[in-house]
């Protein structure tokens, strides 16, 4: 800083931790995965939604054309469509349930985990893919909350406590962590 009157430069000054309730902290660094942001879990979708639409085209539209049935109804409720949905929500929760992953997001590093447990239960799963992504799916604006959350959290992950995090990637964070006293009381009173 320069002082206007006589031209004079001060050295800055470090900031000094003078508050008496974080004299008892020490500052600590440690590394967390890094979540994965909208862009990345869109193209690892993208890949999802490719594979799946192989399947059932490969899978189940032979079959429906050998029986005679038309595929092209664009109702809800029509077979083709109802078994489609089901293959659809069953790659997601059982590719999700076995390997934390879809193949999407195995191609892009990418890894679904708990925010309150540590492996993914059947319930969390279920709330997840299936009614999470119904709502993300039905109300399409609604997964766009992925780029605009700490943890990059989607509706679908906030329902079952969920993030979607890179496996290979680590972020740097600090924290406040309480001091421990040098010596407990017991220590100091056998010394004499």
Same mark, same amino acid.
Do not use: C
């Given at each position: 800083?320069?002082?206007?009157?006589?031209?004079?430069?001060?050295?800055?000054?470090?900031?000094?931790?003078?508050?008496?309730?974080?004299?008892?902290?020490? =500052?600590?660094?440690? /590394?967390?995965?890094?979540?994965?942001?909208?862009? *990345?879990? @869109?193209? !690892? +979708?993208?890949?999802?939604?490719?594979?799946?639409?192989?399947?059932?085209?490969?899978?189940?539209?032979?079959?429906?054309?050998?029986?005679?049935?038309?595929?092209? =109804?664009?109702?809800? /409720?029509?077979?083709?469509?109802?078994?489609?949905? *089901?293959? @659809?929500? !069953? +790659?997601?929760?059982?590719?999700?349930?076995?390997?934390?992953?879809?193949?999407?997001?195995?191609?892009?590093?990418?890894?679904?985990?708990?925010?309150?447990?540590?492996?993914?239960?059947?319930?969390?799963?279920?709330?997840?893919?299936?009614?999470?992504? @119904?709502?993300?799916v039905?109300?399409?604006?609604?997964?766009?909350?992925v780029?605009?959350?700490?943890?990059?959290?989607?509706?679908?992950?906030?329902?079952?406590?969920?993030?979607?995090?890179?496996?290979?990637?680590?972020?740097?964070?600090?924290?406040?962590?309480?001091?421990?006293?040098?010596?407990?009381?017991?220590?100091?009173?056998?010394t004499?």
């Open positions: 800083m320069t002082n206007h009157s006589n031209n004079e430069t001060h050295a800055a000054t470090p900031i000094q931790n003078d508050r008496p309730e974080l004299q008892n902290y020490k =500052e600590v660094m440690f /590394y967390e995965r890094q979540p994965a942001g909208f862009w *990345v879990r @869109f193209w !690892a +979708y993208l890949i999802d939604l490719l594979i799946i639409a192989s399947a059932t085209s490969i899978l189940v539209k032979p079959i429906f054309l050998l029986i005679g049935v038309d595929t092209a =109804e664009t109702v809800w /409720y029509a077979p083709y469509a109802i078994i489609s949905a *089901v293959l @659809f929500y !069953a +790659y997601f929760v059982l590719m999700t349930k076995f390997f934390g992953q879809t193949v999407g997001k195995m191609i892009l590093g990418l890894r679904v985990v708990s925010l309150k447990e540590d492996h993914l239960s059947w319930g969390t799963l279920l709330f997840r893919e299936w009614v999470g992504r @119904f709502i993300s039905t109300i399409l604006p609604l997964y766009w909350i780029g605009f959350t700490k943890l990059k959290q989607g509706v679908h992950d906030f329902i079952a406590d969920t993030t979607v995090i890179h496996e290979q990637t680590y972020r740097k964070q600090i924290v406040f962590e309480k001091k421990r006293s040098e010596g407990s009381e017991l220590q100091e009173a056998e004499f």
